[in-house]
């Protein structure tokens, strides 16, 4: 039986739900199902990832230079533990694509980046092109195959898993030429944009950062995830960390509903896999209408309120 | 620091529209504008700057590809770089073997520091520059947004899930560049004419001695399933109507 590796994403103090979705994906490889939590304090995390099905084993490193996310303190660490397994796999949030070429790169093998399906143990599908493309890509059967997982493509494994929690050695050297300053949080209490049901979305349409409080307002009262288009962003609206889109997060909530969004191919790479996307826009061509399942052309700063009134909560 | 190097990946445009071949062979390429790969093209600048500041001395850019990549390496110089170098292949190249060949090359050049784009847009791979910086055993600071240098280091802010995520750096490092890091200057006439006597180096990729063959095997390229066009409703209450057909309750 294959045995798979799965590195966990946590901010040190919850795990990130990238990590269940990592798993769904390890399993429909099929095998024995590790995840390796690396972390400073980091136990309640541990018991976290052994809740998840069909995971075997929980292996722990914990120290205080893994306090931070560092790749380059961190992919050694794996690469030590990663012997004996044939799939290492990492979640492709900026944490993963960030870690796992490092990883790849010390156990000498090429990645396959954003799986979103697999075809056999060996044959994987992944997005080329801003997901204009779709290949099929088969990896060598001599070698681990070290890949990330395209989150939006995999709902999380469930829970009412009890597998078992061990400490690995946690005496790797690694390196103190990275060091972690600080981290500037833009979010607030809000869901996380790639765990929310709904999540809704200003454009360049929304006009300032000011009028971005009335999509707040009907986020909290719908509890939604708030994103942003990259030119809302760019325009300063909204921090960075709200960006959906190829090169921002790619998400996939059940409802999307885009306010003021025109649709450039990047953004629209980054809600392909949304259950229903809503679209409202004063311009009846903009190109969100030819992918949304509900289109209504109208002022947002009409929509938004009578939305607001006439929704329960 | 003395020298930057940039690496420049000539890609399909990205105003072009992609289109996959009826034989599920590929996408077309023939005949379509190519460019430098947008986020190699915010290195290019974020380096010229550097040396602006007076922080560098020299910028040179390296391309690996086929002949025509002298094209973008050009339009490199008439930015603002002042040499480059093609390593030719009519291979294409996977991350990891473009890594070692890159590798080759610092130890050559001895760079303080490596910047490029955290992702070629053809590809999508996110992965040379965090191999790279692996293989050389150097610091690497991917998603970059903002840079500072200091006696040594470098302070990266770099755009993560969470938000900025700052991080210091000891040179030489590799750094990868995000879409904010800055806005790319556009090249002017006489740049242009200036370019072309700028020196650009051509080497062979067999003379770097790397085994350049693919580890993976592409066996299909298909179009991404299409969303089923939807309805118009006319107002918010029809909105909220089409929404409970659908299941949600609001």
């Given amino acids: 039986m294959s045995k798979i590796l799965i590195v966990a994403e946590h901010d040190g103090s919850s795990l990130n739900p990238s990590t269940a979705k990592t798993v769904s994906c390890a399993a429909a490889v099929g095998g024995e199902i590790d995840i390796v939590v690396l972390g400073s304090g980091c136990g309640d995390i541990a018991a976290a990832a052994g809740r998840i099905e069909s995971v075997a084993r929980v292996v722990v490193v914990d120290r205080v230079d893994n306090a931070a996310p ?13 012997d004996g397994y044939d799939y290492v796999f990492g979640p492709s949030t900026t944490f993963g694509k ?9 156990l000498g093998v090429g990645q396959i980046s954003d799986i979103m399906s697999v075809e056999d143990s060996r044959t994987f599908k992944r997005p080329i092109y801003a997901g204009n493309a779709i290949v099929t890509v088969k990896a060598p059967g001599d070698k681990p195959v070290v890949a990330t997982v395209r989150v939006a493509s995999w709902s999380a494994a469930a829970e009412g898993g009890n597998a078992a929690i061990e400490d690995a050695a946690s005496n790797v050297e690694v390196p103190g030429h990275t060091r972690f300053v600080e981290l500037q949080s833009g979010g607030g209490d809000r869901p996380d944009l790639q765990a929310a049901n709904i999540v809704l979305a200003g ?29 809302a962003v760019d325009a300063g609206y909204v921090p960075n960390d709200m960006q959906v889109g190829q090169t921002g997060k790619i998400i996939a909530p059940d409802l999307y509903v885009a306010f003021g969004i025109s649709g450039a191919i990047q953004h629209l790479t980054g809600i392909k896999d949304a259950g229903t996307i809503v679209a409202v826009n004063k311009d009846p061509e903009a190109p969100i209408f030819e992918i949304a399942d509900i289109g209504i052309v109208g002022d947002l700063f009409e929509v938004i309120p009578q939305l607001d009134d006439q929704i329960g909560g | 620091m003395d020298k930057v190097m940039v690496c420049l990946k000539r890609v399909v445009d990205y105003n072009v529209r992609i289109r996959v071949k009826p034989d599920n062979s ?17 290195a290019l600048e974020e380096a010229l700057r550097i040396r602006e500041q007076g922080k560098a001395s020299e910028v040179f850019v390296v391309s690996i590809g086929p002949s025509d990549c002298q094209q973008q390496l050009r339009t490199g110089l008439a930015m603002g770089a002042d040499r480059a170098i093609l390593i030719e292949t009519d291979a294409d190249i996977e991350p990891l073997a473009a890594a070692q060949v890159l590798l080759q090359l610092i130890e050559k050049e001895q760079p303080d520091l490596v910047i490029l784009g955290k992702q070629a847009i053809d ?19 991917t998603f970059a947004s903002m840079l500072e240098f200091d006696d040594g280091t470098a302070t990266v802010t770099r755009e993560v899930d969470a938000g900025l995520e700052v991080i210091v750096v000891d040179l030489p490092a590799v750094i990868s560049t995000d879409l904010r890091l800055n806005e790319p200057r556009y090249v002017k006439l006489p740049d242009i004419m200036k370019a072309k006597k700028k020196p650009l180096e051509t080497m062979s990729i067999e003379d770097f001695g790397v085994d350049v063959s693919p580890q993976f095997e592409t066996l299909n390229y298909e179009p991404p399933a299409a969303r089923q066009k939807g309805v118009m ?3 918010v209450p029809g909105l909220i109507s089409a929404l409970k057909d659908k299941g949600f309750s609001l």
């Fill in chain 1, 70 to 82: 560092l790749a380059a303190v961190l992919a050694p660490q794996i690469a030590a533990l990663a």
């Fill in chain 1, 98 to 106: 960030d870690l796992m070429p490092r990883v790849a790169a010390l």
């Fill in chain 1, 203 to 231: 454009g360049r349409g929304v006009g300032s950062a000011e009028n971005f409080d009335i999509l707040f307002k009907l986020a909290d009262k719908l509890g939604a995830g708030v994103g942003a288009s990259r030119a």
């Fill in chain 2, 26 to 42: 590929g996408v077309v390429t023939d005949g379509v504008k190519m460019s430098i790969n947008p986020f190699d093209e915010i």
């Fill in chain 2, 123 to 141: 590809d999508d791979c996110n992965q040379t520059p965090q191999m790279l910086a692996t293989l050389w055993g150097r610091p690497q600071a």
């Fill in chain 2, 233 to 235: 409703v006319n107002d």
